[in-house]
């Protein structure tokens, strides 16, 4: 199975600020890596797939960026409705898998 | 739209067998895509569980594939879950959710229902 570290494991940032998570692989996975963002009691939603690729509807200040090993979650402009947990699945290997999580609280 | 909808006890005891069932609107199963659960345990992260495609073909993490069963009934337009021998560690939030390709279980999840709390306890 393919190891994932995701760090860090919580980022106290404040809304405005440009705040990146970073999602390392055991191995290389191409792209084949997508990003969730999970809010209290609520299901995950989808925000980028293939490493870079926006899902529909998802905000522009949203952006992924790495292929390989090392990929990155950015956001541009922190908005209030962006204080969440952030996950990053890798689908390249089977089993896939989920990093263990970045939680994004208010500073 | 796509919307899914987990259902089945919130309470399972150690020993038995966890059952849930999800309901797709909005998209027919048989159309195609692959269909997973994913589970999360209270305060902790996601774990992939496994998927299905319509014909029933079906794929299980190998954690959990000695005690796991998914089917799906393409009449009713619903998957399900079954979990054996469940333990306290296996409290947690059981998600289902559509795979966003059609032609690989290997894929990202674009569909999620909202979930559904399992508790182990006797």
């Known amino acids: 199975a393919i190891w994932m570290t995701q760090s860090p494991s919580l980022l106290s940032a404040s809304t405005g600020d440009r705040v990146t998570i970073s999602c390392r692989m055991s191995?290389?996975?191409?792209?084949?890596l997508a990003w969730y963002q999970q809010k209290p009691g609520k299901a995950p939603e989808l925000l980028i797939y293939?490493?870079?690729t926006l899902q529909s509807g998802v905000p522009s200040r949203f952006s992924g960026s790495g292929s390989g090993t090392d990929f990155t979650l950015t956001i541009s402009c922190l908005q209030s409705e962006d204080f969440a947990t952030y996950y990053c699945q890798q689908y390249y290997s089977f089993p896939q898998t989920f990093g263990q999580g970045t939680k994004v609280e208010i500073k | 739209q796509v919307q899914l909808q987990e259902s089945g006890p919130g309470l399972v005891k150690p020993s038995e067998t966890l059952s849930l069932t999800c309901a797709v609107s909005?998209?027919?199963?048989?159309?195609?895509?692959?269909w997973g659960w994913i589970r999360q345990p209270p305060g902790k992260g996601l774990e992939w569980i496994g998927s299905i495609y319509h014909s029933g073909s079906t794929y299980y993490n190998p954690s959990l594939k000695s005690r796991v069963t998914i089917s799906v009934d393409t009449s009713k337009n619903q998957f399900s879950l079954k979990l054996s021998s469940v333990t306290a560690a296996d409290t947690a939030v059981y998600y289902c959710?559509?795979?966003?390709?059609?032609?690989?279980?290997?894929?990202?999840?674009?569909?999620w229902g909202q979930g559904t709390l399992v508790t182990v306890s006797s």
């Open positions: 959710a559509r795979t966003g390709g059609t032609s690989h279980f290997l894929y990202y999840f674009d569909y």
């Open positions: 293939a490493a870079s």
């Open positions: 191995q290389g996975i191409s792209s084949y």
């Open positions: 909005g998209y027919s199963i048989s159309s195609g895509y692959y």
